[in-house]
T-cell receptor, first 113, second 112 residues
Framework: GAGVSQTPSNKVTEKGKYVELRCDPISGHTALYWYRQSLGQGPEFLIYFQGTGAADDSGLPNDRFFAVRPEGSVSTLKIQRTERGDSAVYLC???????????FGPGTRLTVL | KQEVTQIPAALSVPEGENLVLNCSFTDSAIYNLQWFRQDPGKGLTSLLLIQSSQREQTSGRLNASLDKSSGRSTLYIAASQPGDSATYLCAADMDSNYQLIWGAGTKLIIKP
């Protein structure tokens, strides 16, 4: 595709439920990033993939958060036992090789009730 | 620890004015600095990327500068238009890792 796509665009869930957020990067981009953004703040880094492997997962807030990129393209961010504090916009970005600028998808707005 | 600050948090100017948005960072060991635009409820649109070896980049009415020694970057917008209204964020890509460290953004309103 022409740009980074993310699905769903909106997700409403109840506290304690499991959610999966999907990111399709720009074709050919080896680097993929997940961020989350709260209202009025800049994005907060979660995890960075180079190919299939997580090169840096230091931003994941706790072990309820996990992300995969099994074939080096599409990535899924998984959140277990969701909490109200997880509510945010989750942004995905891709980069040609990790150092040529990052290009963002439209985000998934997660609301935990 | 790198910190990125954007001042002011909000700015409102009449259409047609030239304006400057500021971004400062505490650690000069950056690989590049990127400016983004974010419209309400939307994702981030990349505007300009300045490599650490560069002093400025230009795209249309936008010009971004980088001074690593002073820890500052500016985004200059010429002849502002109402369509420029958005939040502008800067982000520093550090030498030591591939994370972007973000400012909180400047919310720009251009009045017709």
């Amino acid at each position: 595709g022409a740009g980074v796509s993310q699905t769903p665009s909106n997700k409403v869930t109840e506290k304690g439920k499991y959610v999966e957020l999907r990111c399709d990067p720009i074709s050919g981009h080896t680097a993929l990033y997940w961020y989350r953004q709260s209202l009025g703040q800049g994005p907060e880094f979660l995890i960075y993939f180079q190919g299939t492997g997580a090169a840096d997962d230091s931003g994941l807030p706790n072990d309820r958060f996990f992300a995969v990129r099994p074939e080096g393209s599409v990535s899924t961010l998984k959140i277990q036992r969701t909490e109200r504090g997880d509510s945010a916009v989750y942004l995905c970005a891709s980069s040609l090789n990790g150092r040529e600028g990052q290009f963002f998808g439209p985000g998934t707005r997660l609301t935990v009730l | 620890k790198q910190e990125v600050t954007q001042i002011p948090a909000a700015l409102s100017v009449p259409e047609g004015e030239n304006l400057v948005l500021n971004c400062s960072f505490t650690d000069s060991a950056i690989y590049n600095l990127q400016w983004f635009r974010q419209d309400p409820g939307k994702g981030l649109t990349s505007l300009l990327l300045i490599q650490s070896s560069q002093r400025e980049q230009t795209s249309g009415r936008l010009n971004a500068s980088l001074d690593k020694s002073s820890g500052r970057s500016t985004l200059y917008i010429a002849a502002s238009q109402p369509g420029d209204s958005a939040t502008y964020l800067c982000a520093a890509d550090m030498d030591s890792n591939y994370q972007l460290i973000w400012g909180a953004g400047t919310k720009l309103i251009i009045k017709p």
